[in-house]
């Protein structure tokens, strides 16, 4: 079974939706995949109303979420990591170098993947991200970018909830049909 972790600030917005989307997605499909999610913080608590609702109406139930801060063991265990901004990627990557092939934020590997090609028939999750991870550098996300930072909602209007959300689920649409294509369903119902 393939392992995905969606990692943000206080996985209690951006990362939280990112997972439940994510996992709806790919189960619809058929695929195993295990998909969960935490923060860089260590917060604790449930998502806030706002998030609950924003992530209702693209069909996603956070209401028995609860935030936790990524482990070593969670790290060790995910397939692919996916930050929601730079410094989410940084932190992990700091606490765990040997991830970094694996860790990226979630614009980042939509774009590259993109550029690089979905998923072939025959070729391992783990091959297509090391096609996707081929040229990058340390030094790419220093800073913070809107190319590859998705802005956190958290304090925002209920309309700015929403927006993040849609702007999520877009990307984990894009991110599907890149890393889980048709083509593979086709495959492994033969």
């Given at each position: 079974m393939t392992t995905v972790l969606l990692v943000c600030s206080g996985n209690l917005c951006r990362s939280p939706t990112a997972a439940a989307l994510l996992a709806s997605r790919v189960e619809a499909k058929g695929d195993a995949v295990s998909v969960i999610s935490a923060g860089t913080l260590d917060l604790g608590e449930p998502s806030p109303?706002?998030?609950?609702?924003?992530?209702?109406?693209?069909?996603?139930?956070?209401?028995?979420?609860?935030?936790?801060r990524f482990t070593p063991e969670e790290l060790a265990k995910a397939d692919l990591i996916i930050g929601m901004a730079r410094e989410h990627v940084r932190?992990?990557?700091?606490?765990?170098?040997?991830?970094?092939?694996?860790?990226?934020?979630?614009?980042?590997?939509?774009?590259?993947?993109?550029?690089?090609?979905?998923?072939?028939?025959?070729?391992?999750?783990?091959d297509w991200l090391t096609r996707i991870h081929d040229?990058?550098?340390?030094?790419?996300?220093?800073?913070?970018s809107d190319e590859d930072d998705i802005p956190d909602p958290m304090g925002g209007?209920?309309?700015?909830?929403?927006?993040s959300?849609?702007?999520?689920?877009?990307?984990?649409?894009?991110?599907?049909?890149?890393?889980w294509p048709a083509e593979l369903d086709r495959a492994s119902a033969q």
């Open positions: 109303e706002e998030v609950i609702a924003a992530a209702a109406e693209l069909g996603a139930d956070l209401t028995a979420h609860v935030g936790h932190e992990i990557v700091l606490t765990q170098p040997h991830v970094w092939a694996r860790t990226f934020t979630l614009l980042e590997l939509v774009r590259r993947g993109n550029a690089a090609g979905r998923r072939g028939r025959l070729e391992s999750l783990d040229g990058r550098r340390h030094a790419d996300l220093l800073g913070s209007s209920p309309g700015e909830y929403r927006a959300a849609k702007q999520i689920a877009g990307l984990v649409d894009e991110l599907i049909a890149l890393a």
